[in-house]
């Protein structure tokens, strides 16, 4: 398949969006979601995910965050290992030899809807999904981003093994002084994730060449926070600050103490999904809510993807 014909390149023409460069997505509309209840407060309809794909001899997926305030079921910062059906990876990986640095995605079916928390608590341990390379380019995101692009990977079943992170944001707490991230990975496959705060934010990940001799095997396996002091947390960028190979970072939060990380790839950058406005694009607005036969009474109609 002709990946930019399907409508998946081109990313680095926008603001906000992009593997690497400016980025971005968002979402509303979703068939059979008419009904939900939306709004501020807690959410435990099930919904389609996405999720960032990393890994060749471990697969992790990284969930895209989302603070908006209509997407509680959304606004979590989640990290899985997994594994796909043998089929699936196969499909995947050969696909990926061919699209040198693509970003791939990977989203439950719609007629396997999930809750994070029910991957979160073991409930749910496998789920029906599609693999897509790349993401259709679009100014606002009102809509699942991969309705009507035919995926790579059709009916994979993935295999959960573990939760590595789960964050619910608490959109109360303060931007940090620099931009920390969660360093995670497993062998010689190390990766870095922005820890999201609150609206405006940005999503972002990042390849590592390999585990930083410095951090213990365990320890990237459960994952840890590394901050970036070189650099502001805000204003929200509209494209990667990791512009260098090479950074030291601080582990934890803890000031004094360097430690050395070099970049890979600089995967995914993307500020359209995280935020009602897109920070990089305010003029574009937020989505408009969708038609809804929810009660009157519902404060906010809206949906996700």
């Known amino acids: ?108 079916s719609d007629k396997d809807l999930m809750t994070i928390a029910s991957l979160a608590i073991g409930a749910k341990t496998s789920f029906q999904a599609s693999v897509w390379a790349g993401i259709p380019p679009k100014h606002r995101y009102c809509s699942w981003p991969w309705e009507h692009q035919e995926p790579i990977v059709e009916a994979a079943t993935v295999t959960i093994e573990r939760v590595v992170a789960y964050r619910h944001f608490d959109v109360q707490e303060n931007y940090p002084a620099c931009p920390s991230y969660l360093l995670f990975g497993e062998g010689n496959e190390a990766y870095l994730a922005h820890r999201l705060t609150r609206q405006p934010d940005y999503d972002e990940v990042v390849i590592l060449h390999g585990r930083p001799s410095w951090l213990p095997e365990e320890l990237l396996q459960a994952g840890v926070p590394v901050s970036f002091p070189g650099l502001a947390a805000t204003p929200t960028p509209c494209s990667t600050q990791l512009l260098n190979k090479v950074y030291t970072v601080e582990y934890g939060g803890e000031p004094g103490a360097a430690y050395p990380v070099t970049i890979k790839q600089n995967l995914w950058f993307n500020t359209k999904i995280p935020n009602d406005v897109d920070p990089c694009e305010p003029d574009e607005g937020p989505c408009p809510p969708p038609p809804s036969s929810a009660p009157a009474t519902a404060s906010a109609a809206g949906s996700h993807r």
């Not at 471990?58 to 989302?66: C, K, Q, R, S």
């Open 1 to 108: 398949m002709d990946h930019d014909e399907a409508g998946m390149g081109g990313m680095g023409e926008m603001p906000g969006m992009g593997s690497g460069e400016p980025g971005g997505s968002g979402m509303h509309d979703m068939p059979g979601m008419a009904d939900m209840q939306m709004g501020p407060g807690p959410n435990a309809d099930p919904d389609q995910h996405a999720f960032v794909m990393l890994g060749t001899e471990t697969m992790f997926l990284w969930h895209l965050p989302m603070l908006r305030v209509d997407m509680d079921m959304h606004k979590y910062e989640f990290v899985l290992k997994a594994h796909l059906d043998p089929a699936a990876k196969r499909a995947w990986l050969e696909d990926r030899s061919r699209h040198g640095g693509e970003v791939y995605f990977l989203g439950n």
